[in-house]
């Protein structure tokens, strides 16, 4: 969607296809399928200068196209390895379609090899003899500033095999000022599930430093600072908290792991990531256990479901896992999320919703912050511990002051965080 919007706004004429009716025909009544800042804008200001459109028909699209993308899911099977039938059925399907040259582009987030999979499948499936290329683009984009993140990259992937192909990816991002880097379709793909598992690597690194910053009184946010002056490490990615969710990193590290599986490599480094990450959810719940001695029967408000600000999305968010240990453990559970509420209706069982972050305490013996919104730095923390029962909080992405907490009387808990009191520390 964003990648459609963002073409659109480059002068592009972009038509939409997915085999979700229900979608399409909410997308033609301008009703956007998720939230994404900026999008809806970009969306509606590219609908009335009649660039972007919608079909539920590939062969519409195909037939009107030059370049086709492959952008659909490619979810995580029960073995960890990528579900690729979706990219299988289109790329059948866009091969029935092609009556002249076209080229396919796999945006979807791919294992290695899935570029020489659909070379395969177009092939055996075509129906008049046409010539056509195949090619990767990765996409590096990040919920909650995707659109930005398209206008604006730090680098264009190619993967590219004929030199048809590379010269209509590199028009076609003619516009941007960024590098672009031009390879084959195997390297293409790989850069991709290599960056999204080294960022996931950065994280776990810097959650295993807090583990032990907490050991002995140090602090993690001084720490990932002094570590992030060094350029060759840099500052991003070095945010300790609940780990890593979402849709991408989780299941794209699993994916990786099972890839190099079959080739005969064992990722063990991509193991310990994984592990490092679970481990760091269970360690929020047992802040809390630490700090109100029993669970059952108290009341958690927990501020964040997202798995990360500025979306709505709950795929892997360790507010779930949060909140089903702490529920499993027999504790009342209410919570709060600026955006993801709709959402979180329909995935939790026995939460009580609240209208904003000081009902969302209401009577609760613990605060527990599972995502970092913006609008949680303002809180007042005198309004909060009015409205709590114990003047607890467990901070999971240390957004908080400890200092001001404190302060204010709350016993603070933050990830790695130093903890004057001795009662932080697990
Ligand atoms: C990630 C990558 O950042 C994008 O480059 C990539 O295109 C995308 O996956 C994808 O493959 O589609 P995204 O999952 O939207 O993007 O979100 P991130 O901002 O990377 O955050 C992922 C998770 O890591 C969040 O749960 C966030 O809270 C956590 N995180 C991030 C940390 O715990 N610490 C950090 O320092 C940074």
């Not at 099977?77 to 396919?104: C, F, K, N, W």
């Not at 990816?169 to 991709?192: G, H, M, N, Q």
Request: charged share 30%; hydrophobic share 45%; net charge positive.
């Amino acid at each position: 969607m964003v990648t459609a919007a963002c073409f659109a706004e480059l002068g592009n004429q972009v038509i939409c296809v997915d085999s979700d009716g229900e979608r399409i025909a909410g997308l033609r009544r301008k009703k956007m399928p998720f939230y994404e800042p900026g999008l809806e804008r970009m969306v509606l200001r590219n609908l009335s200068k009649r660039r972007l459109s919608f079909s539920t028909q590939i062969s519409e699209g195909v037939k009107k196209s030059q370049i086709i993308f492959i952008a659909v899911g490619t979810p995580p099977l029960p073995s960890g390895d990528a579900d690729l039938t979706s990219v299988e059925q289109v790329a059948r399907e866009v091969a029935r379609a092609m009556t002249s040259y076209r080229l396919i582009v796999e945006k979807s987030t791919v294992p290695v090899e899935t570029g020489r999979w659909i070379q395969r499948t177009l092939e055996t499936s075509i129906r008049k003899k046409v010539p056509f290329d195949v090619a990767s683009n990765p996409e590096f984009l990040r919920e909650g500033s995707a659109v930005m993140d398209f206008l604006h990259p730090d680098r264009i992937v190619i993967g590219a095999e004929s030199k048809k192909a590379e010269q209509l990816l590199c028009r076609l991002y003619k516009s941007f000022k960024a590098p672009i880097l031009v390879t084959d379709i195997a390297s293409a793909e790989l850069i991709k599930h290599a960056s999204n598992a080294f960022l996931a690597t950065k994280i776990s690194f810097i959650n295993a430093i807090a583990c032990v910053a907490e050991q002995v009184g140090a602090d993690v946010e001084k720490i990932a600072q002094g570590m992030g002056m060094d350029p060759r490490i840099g500052p991003a990615f070095l945010k300790a908290g609940a780990g890593f969710g979402g849709f991408c990193f989780p299941k794209d590290v699993e994916a990786f792991i099972r890839i190099a599986e079959k080739i005969g490599y064992d990722f063990d480094i991509l193991k310990a990531v994984k592990r490092v990450n679970e481990s760091q959810r269970l360690r929020i719940v047992k802040k809390v256990e630490k700090q109100l001695w029993n669970v059952k029967d108290k009341v958690v408000g927990v501020l964040g479901l997202a798995f990360k600000p500025d979306t709505d999305d709950l795929r892997f968010a360790p507010a779930l896992d949060v909140i089903g240990a702490l529920q499993a453990g027999g504790a009342r559970v209410r919570a709060y999320d600026p955006v993801a509420m709709p959402e979180a209706k329909r995935v939790l069982k026995d939460v009580v919703f609240s209208k904003d972050a000081y009902q969302a305490v209401s009577g609760a013996d613990c605060l527990v912050l599972m995502t970092e919104w913006d609008e949680f730095k303002k809180l007042d923390f005198g309004r909060l511990k009015r409205a709590m029962r114990q003047p607890v909080i467990v901070d999971g992405r240390n957004l908080l002051d400890p200092e001001k907490a404190r302060k204010a009387g709350f016993r603070y808990v933050g990830v790695g965080r130093h903890t004057l009191d001795g009662w932080g520390a697990s």
